[in-house]
């Protein structure tokens, strides 16, 4: 089946720093993606759609200038985390629209660990 | 807001048992319905899904789904449980005119024993 890749799987930084997570749909076109949030035991919490060559549509409650996200391509979008703190902690994954079959896939997540 | 509902955050069964993982949502229009699973280690992988028709739904590795228009219910179930079905199952729905974005319920960690 069709695969999308997320790097890096698990990534530790310091608070204030900025950390980019990459979301790759390898063999096929994505004209959209997700990014969505999932805490411990809580639900995944969609953040924002990503349409390639536009702005992202942020959820509510979602900062659109701590958490860039970038759809450059129809098989990459970058999420960055800017002056991450540790509250921003938690598991990101994002999902891919095939643009041929409309069919949704995920990618494994990236842990996100701010000291 | 739309809410998705999963009743049981955890399940315990012996193999050979039968499962069934309750999921309800408050959306009153049409939906799409999804059952999607996560092995240990492994991204989220489609089960089943219900656009439209038959209201039970058969997917991947033995499972079935019904879709109960009236409970807003689309419970997942599978006869006889194997080890490897351990995982987290996660219900998801899409609201008909919002998009492609799912939105999840909490996920039901289940766990089978030899």
């Known amino acids: 089946g069709a695969v999308v890749s997320q790097h890096p799987s698990r990534v530790i930084c310091k608070s204030g720093t900025s950390v980019k997570i990459e979301c790759r749909s390898l063999?096929?076109?994505?004209?959209?993606m997700f990014w969505y949030r999932q805490f411990p035991k809580q639900s995944l919490m969609l953040m924002a759609t990503?349409?390639?060559?536009?702005?992202?549509?942020?959820e509510q409650g979602v900062e659109k200038d701590k958490f860039l996200i970038n759809h450059a391509s129809l098989t990459l979008s970058t999420l960055t985390v800017t002056s991450a703190h540790p509250e921003d902690s938690s598991f990101y994954i994002c999902?891919?629209?095939?643009?041929?079959?409309?069919?949704?896939?995920f990618g494994e997540g990236s842990r996100l660990t701010v000291l | 807001a739309q809410s998705v509902s999963q009743h049981n955050h955890h399940v315990i069964l012996s193999e050979a048992a039968s499962l069934e993982l309750g999921c309800n949502y408050s959306?009153?229009?049409?939906?799409?319905l999804f059952w999607y699973v996560q092995y240990p280690g492994q991204h989220l992988q489609l089960l089943l899904k219900?656009?439209?028709?038959?209201?039970l739904v058969k997917g991947i590795k033995g499972f079935e789904a019904e879709f109960i228009k009236s409970k807003f219910s689309f419970n997942l179930r599978k006869p006889s449980v194997q080890w490897s079905d351990t995982a987290e199952y996660f219900c998801?729905?899409?609201?008909?005119?919002?998009?492609?974005?799912?939105?999840f319920g909490k996920g039901t960690s289940l766990l089978v024993t030899p």
């Open positions: 999902s891919a629209r095939a643009a041929n079959t409309g069919e949704l896939f």
């Open positions: 063999d096929f076109q994505a004209t959209t």
């Open positions: 990503s349409n390639e060559g536009s702005k992202a549509t942020y």
């Open positions: 959306y009153g229009g049409t939906v799409n």
């Open positions: 219900y656009f439209s028709g038959d209201p």
């Open positions: 998801a729905v899409k609201e008909w005119d919002s998009g492609y974005a799912l939105n």
